[in-house]
């Protein structure tokens, strides 16, 4: 079966910079695909080069089995695409701006209340887009790119400069859209976000592809320690140092943190000195993956 | 749908986000209007003031002439006020308030002038001086030797509106399509909107084929709105027999405006440089290109460098068929010079386009 998107050995250079350094994956119809990175990995720039944006250096891209350079008017129709910045029309409101892309694709106007409902928008329909808040905005661009009810949807850092709340809510929208049966194609410089959104997830840096798989897979891959907190004082420094399977035991004053690869037995040993008051325990993450890949910490 | 309801949906879309720019408003349709109406007012009011004159006492030759001007010429240009106070009518004129005093005295008259401002003195005095000349002659009962027959000439000096209303709207026109341009342009790109509609299956002359659209037909109404006021009975501008070839005029100007703010807006990297450069083009353009005064009596070098700018020819066809009444095809050659700038505009501008920043 022909994958939705096929990359292969992809590089771009601008100047001195190799943006994209031999970058290949593929991408199943249905998929929820993260690409994931901090910034300036090259993370935009492979996604501009398959949607169409820009050419590559090298390296062949096919996107539902077209080429998408030069512009190629018959696979437009089928992707929808969301862009970094908020590309709306000014001072139109959020109804005319879905009508108004919405008429680029030959979609009647009548749609845009539809998707509207589809992003949780519909009481802003005539709201100016200049009065949206930073995730009403978002959701509404990511409603333009819906509008014509494309098959593979790529989304640019949907989430990013929105409050917790509004992460939230984007991300419902997202998993919603991905189980009508679109392929969606996300970056992302969130680890959390990638986790809990994306069915594989690639890790980039310095324009090249570290790691690829399903999150879970390549956190479970790690001999990662997980870290048990409770609040300071619950139990003394050196009894905790004393328990099994204990590797590291650190506190700042708020919280007592242990860090193990046998987070059973140290909890089972805390529970019998009954010193589990606030206990948390935290699993590796994406971020120890990048730690682990990078020798660096990660930074959003 | 077709490409035409895409275009149709666009036009909408950018007619909708002009209508709602207060400041587009006011700067492309109010502002201009607001030049006509006081321009207009200040200059279009310019008429000699009748010679004012104050009766002291029974004048009887004056208002004998008076009963005796059938053709009202002296109506026009007498104004005659009649006081008994003969030093409060003296203290008028050396104010200057009253341009002579008069009084008669048997067969005597006697004018009394100041001599501040000689050529209304001057003008009263022979005023005066011809009604007692020809009440002499009516008074010898002879028939007079020479006769005077007086006829008006066609009036080939242009009355202010019907200047101001061509050349003010040609600015107002030129700063709109400028601006209009070089700020879509500047602004489509810095948003991302270019790239979000080179992503889109519309093609790309579509959209700039809507702008276009929306520009010519808000200048349309920016023309139907300086016709309507300058037309009022205040400012009674008289539109000659070619006029509607102001709108052909228009449109041909439109496009070369838009044509040079795409040059700007295409090289421009911010809004703010954009905006700069615009003022730069559009201001000397404006007042070199005789918008904001006629260039017929302007030195030859002055007038040798309003033809550098497209303005300038728009200015031309308009006052020549809106004002001046030439003929419809007096406007073809300014046409044809705004078609070809808007033709090389749009060439540099094409090879100037970029779709984003990077």
């Known amino acids: 079966m022909a994958y939705t998107i096929g990359v292969d050995g992809l590089r771009k250079r601008y100047g001195d910079v190799q943006a ?47 080429p998408p350079w030069p512009r190629n008017a018959r696979l437009l129709p089928r992707i929808g695409v969301q862009l ?11 109804r005319e701006q879905l009508q108004t892309f919405g008429s680029l694709y030959g979609v009647p106007a009548k749609k845009a209340d539809a998707m509207l409902e589809t992003v949780g928008l519909d009481d802003k329909a005539d709201v100016p887009v200049e009065k949206l808040s930073g995730g009403q ?25 929105l409050d917790p709340q509004a992460r939230r809510n984007l991300w419902d929208v997202l998993r919603e859209i991905n189980t009508e049966g679109r392929t969606i194609v996300l970056t992302t410089h969130y680890m959390d976000e990638a986790e809990i959104l994306c069915d594989r997830v690639a890790i980039m840096d310095r324009g090249r592809i570290l790691r690829l798989g399903p999150p879970a897979t390549l956190v479970r891959g790690l001999d990662a320690p997980a870290r048990i907190s409770v ?37 089972a040993a805390m529970a019998a000195k009954d010193a589990l008051t606030g ?8 971020e120890d993956v990048f730690l682990e890949l990078t020798g660096r910490e990660y930074r959003a | 749908m077709s490409t035409f309801d895409s275009f149709k949906s666009l036009s909408r879309a950018m007619f909708l986000g002009f209508r709602r720019d207060k400041g587009a408003l006011f700067f492309t349709v109010l502002f201009p209007l607001m030049f006509l109406v006081i321009f207009g007012g200040i200059f279009g009011k310019q008429t000699t003031s009748k010679v004012n004159v104050i009766a002291v006492g029974p004048v009887p030759v004056l208002e004998q002439a008076l009963a005796h001007d059938s053709g ?57 001086d011809s009604i007692v000349q020809s009440a002499n002659q009516a008074a010898s009962g002879k028939a007079p ?8 000439v066609e009036d080939d000096s242009l009355k202010a509106i019907q200047f101001f209303t061509p050349s003010l709207l040609g600015w107002a026109l030129a700063s709109a399509g400028v601006f209009g341009a070089s700020q879509t342009l500047v602004t489509w790109r810095t948003k991302g909107i270019l790239r979000r509609l080179r992503l889109s299956p519309a093609p790309i002359s579509t959209v700039f084929g809507a702008r276009v659209a929306v520009s010519i037909g808000v200048a349309l109404v920016q023309l139907a709105l300086f016709l309507a006021v300058a037309q009022l009975p205040f400012f009674g501008l008289k539109l000659q027999n070619a006029w509607w070839m102001a709108v052909p005029m228009v449109v041909s100007g439109v496009l070369a405006f838009l044509s040079i703010g795409m040059v700007i807006g295409a090289w421009a990297k911010t809004q703010e440089t954009a905006q700069a450069v615009t003022q730069l083009v559009v201001l000397p353009m404006a007042f070199l290109g005789g918008s904001f005064f006629p260039l017929d009596a302007a030195p030859g070098w002055l007038k040798a460098i309003s033809y550098i700018f497209p303005l300038r020819y728009l200015n031309e066809g308009m006052l020549n068929v809106m004002g001046r009444g030439l003929g419809p095809t007096s406007a073809l050659p300014q046409i044809g010079v705004l078609l070809g700038v808007a033709v090389v505009g749009a060439v540099v501008a094409t090879r100037l386009f970029r779709w984003d920043d990077a």
């Open chain 2, 145 to 152: 030797t020479y006769n005077m027959a007086s006829q008006a």
């Open chain 1, 137 to 161: 905005a978002q959701r509404l661009s990511i409603a333009c790119a819906l509008v014509h009810d494309p098959e593979l949807v790529f989304l640019d850092e949907p989430t990013a400069a």
């Open chain 2, 72 to 128: 009202g010429g002296l109506g026009k240009t007498l104004k005659l006020t009649r006081k008994t106070d003969r030093s409060a009518a003296l203290k008028k004129v050396e104010k200057g308030d009253a341009d002579a005093a008069v009084e008669q005295r048997g067969n005597q008259l006697t004018v009394h002038y100041s001599a501040a401002d000689q050529v209304k003195a001057g003008t009263a005095r022979g005023l005066l």
């Open chain 1, 279 to 286: 206990v948390q325990i935290h699993g590796a993450t994406l």
């Open chain 1, 20 to 66: 994209v350094d031999g970058v290949s994956f593929e991408v199943d119809e249905g998929e929820f695909f993260g690409i994931l990175g901090p910034n300036g990995a090259g993370k935009t720039t492979t996604l501009e080069i398959i949607e169409g944006l820009r050419e590559a250096d090298e390296g062949e891209v096919s996107v539902l089995g077209l």
């Open chain 1, 231 to 267: 609040a300071t004082g619950t139990l003394p420094v050196e009894d905790a140092r004393g328990l099994p399977g204990a590797d590291e035991v650190s506190d700042d004053g708020v919280s007592l943190i242990i860090s193990t690869r046998d987070p059973s037995a140290v909890v």
């Open chain 1, 84 to 94: 970094q910045a908020s590309s709306f029309f000014e001072r139109l409101t959020a």
